[in-house]
């Protein structure tokens, strides 16, 4: 995929061309599963654009919406006269989805959301009755609830800032979160030339160093989520990180 998130064209296989390496694939063809998945980047992509604005990164849905790709062809069953793509587009959606609800970077139980609406409920009302928002002691009272828990609840369903919101204004000039963040610490320009090189993976290898590295998952996890042994998850692992050395030093 090109850094503006498009995915280069490339002369589409026949059906018969995706059945044939979706066959090499299953009998353990890696250059075959590697080429469908660069094949079907695009159509991981149009599903990737559902989910934008949910403050996750376009590149960390897209590389999800991989591993759910290489599940649908390692699953895909070609006895039945079913085309590839509508049997993908779920597996890819559903890894996408589960991406977000289980990996998402807030977590609030059960418990606190059903505070907090119950909670948001009775602000509404009492401001509808009264012409203001009551204050924290005046739910605390209504509710009969701990006022530590009233802002524990309300605070925890607060949506996250986004590092280039801005904080305040410098003479006209606005100053965001990001602005602050490289004023303490230079070193994130450091990320640029590593982001690069993991560009020039291949889909697979991007999936691998993803997981490892930003997901902090082992390689028996990455081995059980990517269909294959620990094993050839280290050995890939050892000459990925390998070929990035070569590539941050040229």
């Not at 079907?40 to 989910?51: G, H, P, T, Y």
Request: one cysteine or more.
């Amino acid at each position: 995929m090109s850094k503006n998130g498009k995915v280069k064209e490339e002369q589409a296989l026949s059906p018969e061309q995706v059945r044939e390496l979706i066959e090499r694939s299953q009998s353990g063809d890696e250059a075959a599963r590697d080429e469908l998945v660069k094949r079907n980047q695009r159509l991981v992509w149009s599903v990737v654009q559902r989910f934008l604005n949910r403050g996750y990164e376009a590149d960390d849905l897209f590389q999800i919406g991989c591993i759910g790709l290489i599940k649908s062809i390692d699953k895909f069953d070609l006895s039945y006269d079913v085309k590839f793509s509508t049997y993908a587009v779920p597996m890819i959606i559903g890894e996408i989805q589960r991406f977000i609800r289980d990996d998402g970077s807030i977590k609030i139980s059960r418990s606190l959301k059903e505070l907090n609406n119950k909670i948001k409920a009775h602000m509404e009302e009492y401001s509808k009755q009264n012409g203001r928002s009551p204050s924290i002691s005046e739910v605390s009272e209504a509710l009969d609830i701990p006022k530590e828990d009233i802002i524990m609840a309300l605070e925890a369903n607060q949506n996250p800032h986004s590092i280039h919101e801005t904080v305040f204004e410098n003479e006209g000039d606005p100053i965001t979160l990001m602005d602050q963040i490289a004023e303490k610490d230079s070193s994130w320009f450091e990320h640029i030339a590593l982001k690069e090189a993991i560009r020039q993976l291949s889909p697979r290898e991007r999936l691998i160093i993803y997981l490892r590295y930003f997901k902090d998952q082992t390689q028996a996890e990455v081995a059980k989520r990517l269909n294959i042994s620990q094993v050839q998850v280290s050995r890939l692992e050892k000459n990925i990180l390998k070929d990035m050395g070569h590539l941050l030093n040229k």
